[in-house]
């Protein structure tokens, strides 16, 4: 069952998921974003703590994407088309760190240790 799912959503073995990613695709390089870009830091906690060890040069030029992508759409604009041919919207900079610190919350769970963080409500 596992593999007929991995079939579904694998771009190479399905048209629709490939269709689905190259639509995906264009619609970030009009903006120059990547798709690791789109994770919200305040929707899941292993996403801030992921981001907050990544290098600083990263993170700023996560910044600086997202700002730049918030600017274009209320501008109503796309970046200009020599531009969006240089953008790599599926090249990942968090996936990594992401997995690490599921893994290593995963094991913290499994021993039953106290979570690092914790979301609280004032």
Request: no cysteine.
């Amino acid at each position: 069952m596992a593999s007929f799912l991995q079939s579904f959503v694998d771009p190479r073995k399905n048209w629709l998921a490939k269709q689905h990613m190259k639509t995906l695709s264009s619609r970030l390089r009009r903006y120059g974003l990547r798709y690791d870009d789109l994770y919200d830091p305040y929707y899941e906690l292993d996403i801030k703590e992921a981001l907050s060890r990544l290098p600083r040069e990263i993170v700023d030029a996560r910044n600086q994407r997202l700002k730049r992508a918030m600017d274009l759409s209320m501008k109503h604009e796309y970046l200009p088309d020599d531009l969006q041919t240089m953008q790599t919207p599926f090249r990942s900079y968090l996936q990594e760190m992401l997995a690490l610190v599921k893994r290593e919350s995963a094991e913290r769970e499994a021993l039953g240790a106290l979570p690092l963080y914790q979301r609280t409500f004032p």
